[in-house]
């Protein structure tokens, strides 16, 4: 079975960085698109950063310049470096990924939700 485990969330001051983690297990043909969605409480769950298979990146206008959405094929795994942190990032953070199977059949996964805290 497909999970998706995130980890490298916390509590950092403003200013500070963190480093999330998202890793695919189980049985996986391949990993397509991977995204971290953030949703803080009482808002709408929010697209932040997508990276394609080939590398291709997007990411919403209030972390650009700030973010960094990465890939490691080999490892089936997507990291989300985020600097320059500002209270309003505060949010759980969750992994998102499209994951084909030996038959060739694509599913969307969301990983458990880490939650990243940035104080004033």
């Known amino acids: 079975q497909v999970q998706l485990v995130e980890s490298g969330g916390g509590l950092v001051q403003a200013g500070g960085s963190l480093r999330l983690s998202c890793a695919a297990t189980?049985?996986?043909?391949?990993?397509?698109?991977m995204d971290w969605y953030r949703q803080a409480p009482g808002e709408q769950r929010e697209l932040v950063a997508t990276?394609?298979?080939?590398?291709?990146?997007t990411y919403t206008d209030s972390v650009k310049g700030r973010f960094t959405i990465s890939r490691d094929n080999a490892k089936n795994t997507v990291y989300l470096q985020m600097n320059s942190l500002k209270p309003e990032d505060t949010a759980v953070y969750y992994c998102?990924?499209?994951?084909?199977?030996?038959?060739?059949?694509?599913?969307?996964?969301w990983g458990q939700g880490t939650q990243v805290t940035v104080s004033s």
């Open positions: 189980g049985s996986i043909f391949r990993v397509n698109f």
């Open positions: 998102n990924a499209d994951i084909s199977n030996y038959s060739g059949t694509p599913v969307n996964y």
């Open positions: 990276i394609t298979s080939g590398g291709s990146t």
